[in-house]
C-alpha cells in the first residue's frame, strides 16, 4: 500500500481494493507457476474493479492516481495472467 501512501489517495474503494491486491502480490510471489498466474488474474479482476469505478472523476487527483497504479499492475500482471 506503499503507492497509495506515496499518492496519498484518500478514496476508501481504492484503499480497500489495493489492499487486496497487495495481498495478492504477496501470495504470487510465494507461489508456484501455475498459481502465479491464477494469482495475476485475481490481481487483473482488482485492478479492472478500479478502472471501471463508477464514481471515476477525471479531475480528481485521486482518480488520476487510482488509474495509474491500476495501469501500472495491467501493465505488470496483464501478460502473467495467460501464460
Known amino acids: 500500500m506503499e ?3 506515496q499518492y496519498n489517495i484518500k478514496c476508501p474503494i481504492f484503499l480497500e ?3 487486496v491486491i497487495r495481498n495478492i502480490i504477496t501470495k504470487f510471489y ?3 507457476l501455475k498459481e502465479k498466474r491464477d494469482y495475476a488474474q485475481d490481481i487483473l479482476v482488482e485492478t479492472n474493479t478500479l478502472l471501471l ?3 471515476y472523476n477525471s ?3 485521486d482518480c488520476s492516481n487510482c488509474h ?3 495501469h501500472n499492475h495491467l501493465q505488470k500482471y496483464g ?3 495467460k501464460k
Open 30 to 32: 510465494n507461489a508456484g
Open 53 to 55: 469505478c463508477s464514481n
Open 17 to 19: 481494493t489495493e489492499r
Open 3 to 5: 503507492e497509495a501512501m
Open 68 to 70: 495509474s497504479i491500476s
Open 79 to 81: 501478460h502473467l495472467s
Open 59 to 61: 479531475r480528481n487527483p
